[in-house]
């Protein structure tokens, strides 16, 4: 069991957005703002696509957005493309292990 | 353009070993803190170890401590992840990624490595 809890999964359709919440604990998420996010195309590496929660690393587009609020972090897709269906993971420093990561949510684009 | 390149990966024995190989280019390699993640097939991300960018400081996750070795050679630009006493739970891809320090001090990867499958089983 993942120390980080993501849905398994969430879906939508083209143009619209979704939100994939990530719930820690005051030892992780909520007790530092390390958050990021990766997201995963089938057969693919991760890639960084938000940082210390609401951070954008050069190249990613402005449809990615994070925040975070308590123990509580969240990623926000705007304007869905086929192109964003891929699995998604958060991650958080903690005090027990360097990468805390999610157990991932699958993005469905329908 | 930053790139990073896995091998040593294969077939191995239970209580077997193998050593994996991470090839760096496209960035001063002695600078960077790097880390080893793995995903078992099917499932999330797990992280395995990091190492400074020095080489002098080591960390690794209760299910691999004592033994999985993590190491590098700045000099040949590569970071190495010794594996020892392998279990049949350690199957996975396993991928290196280049730690990205930022402002505030979070370190996160923002370069990762293709994986090399590594399965252990009779």
Redesign the interface.
Known sequence: Q?ALTQPASVSASPGQSITISCSGTSGDIGG???V?W?Q?HPG?????II??VT?R?SGISTRFSGSKSGNTASLTISGLQPEDEADY?C?S?SST????????TKLTVL | EEHLLESGGGLVQPGGSLRLSCAASGFNFSNFALTWVRQAPGKGLQWVSAISASGNTAYSAESVKGRFTTSRDNSKNTLYLQMDSLRAEDTAVYYCAKDYKTASGDYVGDCWGQGTLVTVSS
């Open positions: 993942s530092y703002k390390y990021s990766y995963q693919r590496a991760p890639k960084l940082y210390e951070h690393p993971y991650s420093y292990i360097t990468w805390m990561f999610g157990g991932g």
